[in-house]
C-alpha cells in the first residue's frame, strides 16, 4: 500500500514536499516514481527513480524537481521548487518491484494566485 501525503495549495514560486509512505516489502525495487495528472489531460511521468540509483525527469520540471528515497522508511519524495500554476495537478505515487505494480491514491497540488 503506497500513502501520499503533502499536497496543498501554494503561491507560484513556492515549494512543496510529497512524501509517498510504502507499507509491505517493496525491496528490491526496479523503479519508483511521481506521476500527475490534470484535468483533462493524460497521466505524465514526473520523476523517476531507478533501482541503482537513476533518475529521469520529465523536462517541464527539470531543475525545479527533486526525487529521492528514503530506504528505510520506505518512503519516497518529491521536493517540488519554484511551482507554476502549470503544475496543479493530481500526484500520484508509484512502486514497480518484485512483488507487483503499485499506485497511490493520489495528493493534490494547487499553484494558483
Known amino acids: 500500500q503506497l500513502v501520499e501525503s503533502g499536497g496543498g495549495l501554494v503561491q507560484p514560486g513556492e515549494s512543496l514536499r510529497l512524501s509517498c509512505a510504502a507499507s509491505g516489502n517493496i525491496f528490491p525495487f526496479y523503479s519508483m516514481g511521481w506521476y500527475r495528472q490534470a484535468p483533462g489531460k493524460q497521466r505524465e511521468l514526473v520523476a523517476l527513480?531507478?533501482?541503482?540509483?537513476?533518475?529521469n525527469y520529465a523536462a517541464s520540471v527539470k531543475g525545479r524537481f527533486t526525487i529521492s528515497r528514503d530506504n528505510a522508511k520506505s518512503t519516497l519524495y518529491l521536493q517540488m521548487n519554484s511551482l507554476k500554476p502549470e503544475d496543479t495537478a493530481l500526484y500520484y505515487c508509484?512502486?514497480?518491484?518484485?512483488?507487483?505494480?503499485?499506485w497511490g491514491q493520489g495528493t493534490q497540488v494547487t499553484v494558483s494566485s
Open positions: 508509484n512502486v514497480n518491484c518484485i512483488s507487483g505494480n503499485y
Open positions: 527513480i531507478r533501482g541503482g540509483g537513476s533518475t
